[in-house]
């Protein structure tokens, strides 16, 4: 397992970091607070997500994320977000990393060991697998979890117009907890890496834990 340290390289250059959990947890707020935060102490920072990233992925993104529930078989899924994600990585993250910069990316590796694997019933090691034979097996710095009750994530989603990108929101509270259960066993799997967020708190208390979190990784805290 590597991570972004040692990447194609043995410097340690830029930080990945990316941001996971369930449906309408704050993500993309969350991201966009830290990014104010870090350009603050002068720091280089790219904002990415997935399924997307690059032109092609943002491309074949709205093919899943939107229409039918089962439009794909769970397999062909893991292997277009596999597929997408090692583009992402060649072409965006990579890069990026090399040229010292801090990637704050929505959604990465645990969402497809939580969906599809986890969930989705792919075994979990045959992801990892997948992961460390295509994807370079580049593993982030630090991941945060923000952890909300799905109830409360599916109302939010509900009332946002996200260009009907609601596949996975149609699948229901019981499938939603179950992926929320998913990332917690990531979170007590690994948890070096991942950081749990309470992401029931106001947005200021997760953005003061988020900021304190990514200090500690990027040694910023005094
Ligand atoms: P997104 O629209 O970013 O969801 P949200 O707005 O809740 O963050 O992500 C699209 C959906 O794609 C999300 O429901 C999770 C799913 N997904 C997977 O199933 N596997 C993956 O590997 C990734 C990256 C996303």
């Not at 019933?121 to 034979?133: A, G, M, S, V």
């Not at 890496?193 to 953005?207: F, G």
Request: hydrophobic share 30%; net charge neutral.
């Amino acid at each position: 397992m590597i991570n972004s340290y040692n990447y194609k390289s043995n410097k340690k250059k830029g930080f990945f970091i990316t941001f996971e959990g369930g449906e309408g947890v704050g993500k993309s707020t969350q991201i966009n607070l830290l990014e104010k935060f870090l350009l603050k102490k002068k720091v280089k920072v790219t904002i990415t997500r997935e399924p997307g990233g690059t032109k092609e992925g943002e491309y074949i993104r709205k093919y899943l994320v939107s229409g039918n529930k089962n439009t794909w078989d769970t397999y062909s899924e893991a292997l277009i977000f596999n597929a997408l994600r090692r583009e992402h990585i060649n072409k965006l993250i990579n890069p990026a990393i090399q040229n010292g910069e801090i990637i704050l990316c929505d959604r990465y590796l645990d969402s497809t060991i939580v969906y599809q694997g986890l969930v989705g019933k792919i075994d979990e090691q045959k992801l990892f697998n997948l992961h460390d034979t295509y994807c370079y097996g580049l593993y982030p710095d630090l991941t945060l979890f923000l952890d909300l009750n799905p109830m409360i994530g599916l109302d939010r989603t509900i009332n946002r117009n996200d260009n009907n990108e609601n596949r996975f929101e149609k699948l229901g509270l019981d499938y939603h907890q179950k992926i929320l259960d998913g990332f917690n066993i990531l979170y007590k799997k690994y948890p070096k890496r991942i950081v749990k967020i309470d992401a029931s708190e106001s947005k200021e208390i997760i953005s003061d834990n988020i900021n304190y979190h990514v200090s500690e990784l990027l040694d910023l805290n005094d």
